[in-house]
Nanobody, 122 residues
Framework: VQLQAYGGGLVQAGGCLRL?????????????MGWFRQAPGKEREFVAA????????DYADSVKGRSTISRDNAKNTLYLQMNSLKPEDTAVYYC????????????????WGQGTQVTVSS
């Protein structure tokens, strides 16, 4: 499964962005998906996850209440709507897929897209 994240950019604190992640494979529809991010000098961290059908989601505490993960399986596309952005949200954001329908913290993400840079200025 090939994934491509896009939609990043430069935004002022308090602003919003919507990241997208596209896949050319219909198998995307059967996979749990997630967003991760990596800030300079820091380890990659989990941001959000969603089940194959979009009916269950999970968020890191750092983005909970400010971000929404969603998917459109008809378009093979995953989204991350980020609101009330903070400078500490600055990072490269990656989308990833687990080869199972229901996300699990005990299961690896097998497929990764190239990241998209999000920069939040203060």
């Amino acid at each position: 499964v090939q994934l491509q994240a896009y939609g990043g950019g430069l935004v002022q604190a308090g602003g919003c962005l919507r990241l997208s992640c596209g896949s050319s494979r219909r198998t995307f529809r059967g996979y749990a998906m997630g967003w991760f991010r990596q800030a300079p000098g820091k380890e990659r961290e989990f941001v959000a996850a969603i089940n194959f059908n979009g009916e269950s989601t999970d968020y890191a505490d750092s983005v909970k209440g400010r971000s929404t993960i969603s998917r459109d399986n008809a378009k093979n596309t995953l989204y991350l709507q980020m609101n009330s952005l903070k400078p500490e949200d600055t990072a490269v954001y990656y989308c990833a897929a687990q080869n199972r329908p229901f996300y699990s913290t005990d299961w690896p993400y097998h497929y990764w897209g190239q990241g998209t840079q999000v920069t939040v200025s203060s």
